[in-house]
């Protein structure tokens, strides 16, 4: 007897991702609206912005309603061939952060992007890096990617750190713009084979089968 799945219409809400100290998941109405009152606490100094869209000095209420429409977006938006999966990163059951996995084409190009945030307070324990780990566990594992490349301004190091520490390569420079001035970015990849030739964050992944379709994988 096969069970149902708990989600049969939009499968991804089964998607789960679970390291030593998080698990990753789609957040429901309640907790985005959690996320978006830890995101409004505080995610940088003021005076900085690490983020390619300057989404997070906006006024209020400009800020909260742009937040949850972001994530309606990526849902609405949804399709095999362009996808944004944006997680809830949990510690001890309370959102702290989000870490999203993107791709285009990815039935043809088998590579995805990412970008994260983690409130100030839970910043500095290695919380980043463990949930980087756990979409490239996704994505390698799971969906069977071959390149995931990421990039940071040249002043963020805590975000280069943690692509130099989970295998990516340099990958060049670029430039954005977040707020009008172009600043020099670095870009990393990581390759199928350096993942696979080093040791590996462990990470239980559960629900991907059922999302296989979705992904185009």
């Known amino acids: 007897m096969i069970t149902p799945m708990a989600h049969n219409l939009w499968p991804l809400y089964d998607l789960r991702l679970r390291t030593e100290r998080l698990e990753l998941r789609l957040p429901n109405e309640v907790e985005i609206g959690t ?9 940088h100094p003021p005076g900085e912005m690490p983020f ?11 800020f909260e309603r742009e937040y949850i429409q972001w994530h309606w977006k990526q849902r609405a938006d949804w399709t095999p061939e362009a996808w944004s999966l944006e997680l809830a990163v949990f510690l001890d059951g309370r959102p702290i952060g989000s870490q999203s996995l993107m791709a285009r084409q990815f039935a043809t190009f088998r590579a995805v992007g990412s970008g994260s945030w983690l409130g100030r307070p839970d910043q500095g324990r290695g919380l980043g890096k463990e949930m980087r780990g756990a979409v490239l566990a996704l994505a390698f594992d799971g969906l069977g990617a071959e390149t995931a490349t990421t990039e940071a301004f040249l002043d963020n190091p805590a975000s280069a750190g943690v692509s130099r520490s989970l295998g990516y390569r340099p990958n060049g420079t670029g430039s954005i713009a977040p707020e009008g001035v172009a600043r020099e970015t670095e870009r990393f990849r990581l390759s199928r ?6 040791q590996r964050p462990q990470v239980v992944i559960e629900g ?9 994988a």
Do not use: N, Y
């Not at 996320?35 to 995610?43: K, M, N, S």
């Not at 084979?193 to 080093?198: E, H, I, T, V």
């Not at 991907?208 to 185009?216: H, L, P, T």
């Open 52 to 62: 390619g869209v300057a989404w997070s000095t906006k006024p209020s209420p400009r």
């Open 193 to 198: 084979a350096d993942w696979l030739g080093r």
């Open 208 to 216: 991907v089968d059922a999302c296989r379709e979705m992904f185009g």
């Open 35 to 43: 996320l978006c009152q830890v995101a409004r606490a505080g995610i």
